[in-house]
C-alpha cells in the first residue's frame, strides 16, 4: 500500500482549488494544512517536521510551488519512503526569486521590523510573516539534491512566480527527471485536467 500527500503552495491551503481537485479525483489523498493555523511562523522546516511523522509507509508526494521544494527535499532527507514526487511549479531558488521580487530594500526592512505583510490567498487578508520565514529558507538556497528519486515536474512557460528555468535547471542532467512544459501562469489552473492526468499516469500508471 502506497500512500499519496499532497503539500499546497505558500500562502495557500488544503482548500485551493488545485488541491482539492487532486482531492476528488485520488482516493485517499492526505493534504495536511501546512499553516497550522499560525501562517506568521511558516518556514521550510516546519513543514518539513510536519510531514515526516506522516511517512509511516512507502509514500508518492505531490507538491505545489513551496510545497513542491518541500517534497523534493523529503525526497531527499527520506528516500526509503519517498518513492516518487510530483513537482508543481516547484519553487526552487526560492530565497534568489524572492529577492529578485520584493527587492534587497524590502529585505533589509523585513529584518528590521521582524514582520513582513503577506497576503494569504485562501484566507484573502494580509497576515504578517515573521522574518524566521525567509532567514530559515536562506539554508535550503543552495541545498544539493543528489537523490534519484522518480520526478515528474509540471511548470507554466509563463510563470513570473517561479521562472520555468529554475525546473529546467534542476531536470538538467538528472535522468530521472521528466519536465513538461505547459501554457500557463503560476497557479497552473487552466491546466487542472492535464495536471490529474500526467500525474495519475505517472504516479500509478493510470
Not at 532527507?77 to 529578485?100: D, H
Not at 521582524?114 to 484573502?124: C, D, E, G, I, R
Not at 509563463?158 to 531536470?171: A, K, L, M, R, W
Not at 491546466?191 to 500509478?204: G, I, M, S, V
Amino acid at each position: 500500500m502506497t500512500r499519496t500527500l499532497y503539500l499546497h503552495g505558500f500562502a495557500s491551503s488544503p482548500q485551493s482549488r488545485k488541491a482539492q481537485y487532486f482531492a476528488a479525483n485520488i482516493p485517499d489523498l492526505i493534504i495536511p494544512d501546512l499553516n497550522q493555523e499560525d501562517f506568521g511562523s511558516l518556514t521550510i522546516s516546519r513543514q518539513l517536521k510536519q510531514i515526516k511523522p506522516l511517512l509511516t509507509e512507502p509514500s508518492y508526494i505531490i507538491g505545489s510551488s513551496l510545497g513542491g521544494l518541500t517534497a523534493a527535499i523529503l525526497a531527499e532527507q527520506c528516500p526509503e519512503q519517498v518513492k516518487k514526487i510530483v513537482l508543481l511549479a516547484p519553487a526552487f531558488q526560492f530565497t534568489t526569486n524572492w529577492r529578485r521580487r520584493l527587492g534587497e530594500t524590502t529585505i533589509t526592512q523585513w529584518q528590521q521590523e521582524t514582520y513582513l505583510p503577506v497576503f494569504h490567498y485562501s484566507y484573502q487578508r494580509e497576515i504578517p510573516l515573521h522574518y524566521s520565514f525567509f532567514q530559515d529558507a536562506e539554508t535550503y538556497a543552495n541545498y544539493a539534491f543528489k537523490n534519484k528519486t522518480s520526478t515528474l515536474i509540471l511548470h507554466g512557460i509563463h510563470d513570473e512566480t517561479v521562472p520555468i528555468q529554475v525546473s529546467e535547471n534542476y531536470s538538467h542532467n538528472r535522468p530521472w527527471t521528466k519536465l513538461i512544459s505547459l501554457d500557463s501562469d503560476h497557479s497552473l489552473g487552466n491546466c487542472l485536467e492535464t495536471l490529474l492526468q500526467e500525474t495519475k499516469q505517472f504516479l500509478f500508471g493510470v
